[in-house]
């Protein structure tokens, strides 16, 4: 075995696990790995998710705060007239702070690492969705291709046979209803192939979009419809993000209700005043200021917002409980689906699938030498195209199966082999 420079290796490494450059997504070619790259790359839903990360972390910054609000200095001035009295001034000073008590400091501060943490699960399940939405589009622009290909095959058959019919029906060979049926054929097949026309454009256009470019943009697309292989473990809900979303949302929730409790205590607020007064006297000292609750509807309603706060959290533990039922759901079903997607992509044998298309090409010197009349040759390419596409049809949906067996087991896309 040559020796390999350990220098080598990491270049290896290095440039394997390096980000997409533009010219890469933008000249190609693009497989499933770099339209994985690509989706995640200046995607502006991801930079929303970051931005609003960046928001959350302000306010963790916002919460650590010792005093809940910024002192206040109060310089009061005051003139003295009386007869027999000279005039004089009256100064008066006072400084006063607000101070949080009970605890109200490390409850926001509970509820501020609540909040990013919500945000952060929210941007990871932002991430998947954007790779999953990515990667069935380059699974719709593979099968458009392959969808191609057998149209421009079934073309060139078509019209070959509709010109043998029409030979043969002037010849006299067949009847005129036979030339007929081969040309609404031809137009059947021709009105086809623009449906497949405008889906493959349609296809271009998605995926080109999804990865930041214009349709005219998109670079070739190369792989195959061959469904992912995804690891046999047992699914658990637990890993999915939107669940680690919901229950970061619910202990939001109960941070928030323990910090509104807090709020109820009311905040004293601490003063110190120096005044001088016409007779030349200093006066120095303290005072204690408390807010006096009034009741509702007068004043705030505590219990109103207790209550309000407790509801919330209830709401978000019942949405964590049908997340949940939701996401075993989704994994019963998108399981049976591709079992059952898999099992019908491996109906279509290659060695049948290569015996149908060069039956297909061979259909119209089958009809020249007289082996088939034109209306079992019709009857046999319309068999013919339907099996053919059935096969690209079990295929796509194969892996569009697979992705989405993927998402609901919550399968990290890089562990994807």
């Known amino acids: 075995m040559p020796f390999v420079p350990s220098w080598a290796t990491a270049l290896v490494v290095l440039q394997l696990w390096a980000p997409p450059t533009e010219d890469r997504c933008r000249k190609g070619p693009l497989d499933r790995a770099s339209v994985i790259a690509c989706a995640t790359r200046d995607n502006p839903r991801l930079q929303a998710d970051e931005a609003a990360m960046t928001v959350a972390s302000a306010r963790r910054s916002t919460a650590r705060v010792v005093l809940p609000s910024h002192p206040e200095l109060e310089v009061l001035g005051a003139t003295r007239k009386a007869p027999g009295i000279p005039r004089n001034w009256n100064l008066y000073g006072t400084l006063r702070q607000e101070l949080e008590v009970g605890g109200q400091?490390?409850?926001?501060?509970?509820?501020?690492?609540?909040?990013?943490?919500?945000?952060?699960?929210?941007?990871?399940?932002?991430?998947?969705?954007?790779?999953?939405?990515?990667?069935?589009?380059?699974?719709?622009?593979?099968?458009?291709?392959?969808?191609?290909?057998?149209?421009?095959?079934?073309?060139?058959?078509?019209?070959?046979?509709?010109?043998?019919?029409?030979?043969?029906?002037?010849?006299?060979?067949?009847?005129?209803?036979?030339?007929?049926?081969?040309?609404?054929?031809?137009?059947?097949l021709e009105r086809g192939?623009?449906?497949?026309?405008?889906?493959?454009?349609?296809?271009?256009?998605?995926?080109?979009?999804?990865?930041?470019?214009?349709?005219?943009?998109?670079p070739p697309v190369t792989g195959s419809l061959v469904p992912i292989e995804l690891p046999e473990r047992a699914a658990a809900p637990s890993i999915r993000t939107e669940l680690a979303e919901a229950r970061a949302t619910e202990r939001l929730r109960v941070r928030e209700t323990a910090l509104v409790r807090r709020q109820l205590v009311p905040n004293p607020s601490v003063s110190l005043f120096v005044q001088r007064d016409g007779f030349a006297e200093l006066v120095v000292g303290a005072g204690i200021a408390l807010p006096l609750p009034l009741p509702g509807p007068v004043g705030p309603l505590a219990k109103s917002r207790v209550a309000e706060a407790r509801a919330r959290e209830r709401e978000a533990g019942l949405q964590s409980a049908a997340i949940v039922r939701g996401i075993e759901l989704e994994v019963d079903v998108t399981r049976e689906d591709l079992r059952t997607r898999k099992a019908m992509a491996t109906l279509y044998t290659e060695d049948l699938l290569t015996r149908a298309r060069a039956d297909l090409d061979a259909l119209a010197k089958?009809?020249?030498?007289?082996?088939?009349?034109?209306?079992?040759?019709?009857?046999?390419?319309?068999?013919?195209?339907?099996?053919?596409?059935?096969?690209?049809?079990?295929?796509?949906?194969?892996?569009?199966?697979?992705?989405?067996a993927a998402r609901a087991r919550g399968i990290d896309w890089k562990d994807l082999p």
């Not at 969808?147 to 046979?161: P, T």
């Not at 209306?375 to 989405?404: K, V, Y």
């Open 366 to 404: 089958a009809l020249t030498d007289g082996q088939l009349d034109v209306r079992g040759a019709l009857l046999a390419q319309q068999q013919l195209l339907e099996f053919i596409e059935g096969d690209i049809d079990a295929r796509h949906e194969a892996c569009r199966a697979a992705i989405s």
């Open 193 to 218: 192939a623009l449906e497949h026309a405008r889906a493959e454009a349609v296809a271009d256009a998605t995926l080109a979009r999804l990865l930041g470019l214009s349709a005219h943009d998109l």
């Open 105 to 188: 400091r490390r409850r926001r501060i509970d509820v501020a690492a609540s909040e990013h943490e919500v945000a952060s699960a929210h941007a990871r399940t932002t991430r998947r969705d954007v790779v999953a939405d990515a990667l069935l589009a380059y699974y719709d622009v593979l099968a458009a291709r392959e969808r191609r290909v057998l149209v421009e095959q079934a073309r060139r058959v078509s019209g070959a046979l509709a010109s043998l019919a029409a030979a043969r029906t002037k010849a006299g060979a067949e009847a005129g209803l036979t030339a007929d049926l081969a040309e609404i054929a031809a137009v059947a």
